[in-house]
């Protein structure tokens, strides 16, 4: 597995050039160290107001990159916006090589990435646990016959078993321990949300603006006129602002002709809010930059949900029931 940016910005990229790449390039070539601990000894100084575990756990993911990642592997990525696994085959083994996709991710492997991608709602539970880990890079071998027979469409017969980590993997994950929950815990919140139907998706929304302190309007089932709720302050409407929002629940990029169906769509002069769960096409957020419409993405909705779930009516929250749980910080 190999993490596609700190917010997942890399996938066309990578798609484009037939690559997948790793960032901590103060680093630099991994050739120029004759040992690990050299390179250990280098994180220890660039990064030296991180913690001791994280530098630790930083410098063994890229001494593992460039050393352990050989001909042939496959490799697996995910996709926010779609919701998909993205796989591929290493076809070129570690370059440094900061002027291929960017200079922040300068460790690159190349690729041949598959046509054919995995929706993660194909995934056992115990993938999508194992997969959703925080790590930039590690190892899912365990998953590799089920991730195999979802390419081919095949059936799946037995138990597939928990993956066994090696110790540099075990741990990377212990000092991460607490992010790594949180983030598994944002994609299970993820495929609760992703469940949802359409009409159960906007009442969601709607149920996250009351949580805000707006009186909501849904529009019924059937031709909407583009605007699925609106929202205002006051219980007539008359309060500035008043938001119109579209919500769009699939696996499908949300476009530009829909963010310009939105903005001409009656209240004329309203303030506009477009939710699709599918993501937004380039067209798409260079026209909502433009008209100063906000955006929101499954993963931006995800926090919303984290933030005002408490403040939503219980109606609402009973769509994806969650509990709130403490963490060591």
């Given at each position: 597995?190999?993490?596609?940016?700190?917010?997942?910005?890399?996938?066309s990229k990578w798609r484009g050039k037939q690559v997948a790449s790793i960032g901590w390039p103060e680093l630099g070539d991994p050739?120029?160290y004759a040992s690990k601990e050299s390179l250990l000894a280098k994180a220890d100084l660039v990064y030296r107001e991180e913690k001791?575990?994280?530098?630790?756990?930083?410098?063994?993911?890229?001494?593992?990159?460039?050393?352990?990642?050989?001909?042939?592997?496959?490799?697996?990525?995910?996709?926010?916006?779609?919701?998909?696994?993205?796989?591929?085959?290493?076809?070129?083994?570690?370059?440094?090589?900061?002027?291929?996709?960017?200079?922040?991710?300068?460790?690159?492997?190349?690729?041949?990435?598959?046509?054919?991608?995995?929706?993660?709602?194909?995934?056992?539970?115990?993938?999508?646990?194992?997969?959703?880990?925080?790590?930039?890079?590690?190892?899912?071998?365990?998953?590799?016959?089920?991730?195999?027979?979802?390419?081919?469409?095949?059936?799946?017969?037995?138990?597939?078993?928990?993956?066994?980590?090696?110790?540099?993997?075990?741990?990377?994950?212990?000092?991460?321990?607490?992010?790594?929950?949180?983030?598994?815990?944002?994609?299970?919140?993820?495929?609760?949300?992703?469940?949802?139907?359409?009409?159960?998706?906007?009442?969601?929304?709607?149920?996250?603006?009351?949580?805000?302190?707006?009186?909501?309007?849904?529009?019924?089932?059937?031709?909407?006129?583009?605007?699925?709720?609106?929202?205002?302050?006051?219980?007539?409407?008359?309060?500035?602002?008043?938001?119109?929002?579209?919500?769009?629940?699939?696996?499908?990029?949300?476009?530009?002709?829909?963010?310009?169906?939105?903005?001409?769509?009656?209240?004329?002069?309203?303030?506009?809010?477009?939710?699709?769960?599918?993501?937004?096409?380039?067209?798409?957020?260079?026209?909502?930059?433009?008209?100063?419409?906000?955006?929101?993405?499954?993963?931006?909705?995800?926090?919303?949900?984290?933030?005002?779930?408490?403040k939503m009516p219980i109606e609402k929250q009973a769509l994806i029931p969650l509990k709130r749980i403490y963490v060591p910080s």
């Amino acid at each position: 597995m190999v993490r596609a940016g700190d917010n997942n910005e890399l996938i066309s990229k990578w798609r484009g050039k037939q690559v997948a790449s790793i960032g901590w390039p103060e680093l630099g070539d991994p050739r120029q160290y004759a040992s690990k601990e050299s390179l250990l000894a280098k994180a220890d100084l660039v990064y030296r107001e991180e913690k001791p575990g994280t530098r630790l756990a930083w410098a063994r993911q890229v001494w593992r990159y460039f050393n352990e990642v050989s001909l042939g592997d496959r490799v697996i990525t995910y996709s926010k916006e779609t919701r998909e696994y993205m796989v591929g085959t290493v076809t070129q083994t570690h370059q440094f090589r900061p002027d291929i996709i960017d200079s922040n991710y300068p460790h690159v492997i190349s690729v041949a990435w598959e046509e054919k991608r995995i929706p993660r709602d194909s995934l056992s539970p115990g993938a999508k646990n194992s997969l959703g880990g925080i790590l930039t890079f590690f190892r899912v071998d365990n998953w590799g016959v089920e991730l195999q027979a979802l390419l081919e469409e095949a059936s799946l017969e037995g138990t597939l078993p928990e993956p066994i980590l090696v110790q540099d993997e075990m741990d990377e994950v212990e000092e991460y321990n607490h992010e790594d929950f949180i983030e598994k815990a944002k994609s299970m919140v993820e495929d609760r949300i992703d469940k949802l139907d359409p009409w159960q998706m906007q009442d969601l929304v709607a149920g996250l603006l009351e949580a805000m302190g707006y009186q909501v309007t849904v529009s019924p089932k059937g031709p909407d006129g583009g605007v699925d709720i609106l929202a205002h302050r006051d219980v007539f409407g008359f309060e500035q602002p008043i938001i119109k929002v579209q919500v769009k629940h699939r696996h499908v990029a949300s476009s530009g002709p829909e963010i310009q169906q939105l903005l001409g769509a009656n209240p004329n002069g309203a303030s506009c809010i477009f939710v699709s769960t599918g993501g937004f096409t380039a067209a798409a957020k260079s026209s909502a930059r433009h008209n100063g419409m906000k955006l929101i993405d499954l993963s931006a909705l995800v926090e919303l949900v984290q933030d005002w779930y408490d403040k939503m009516p219980i109606e609402k929250q009973a769509l994806i029931p969650l509990k709130r749980i403490y963490v060591p910080s």
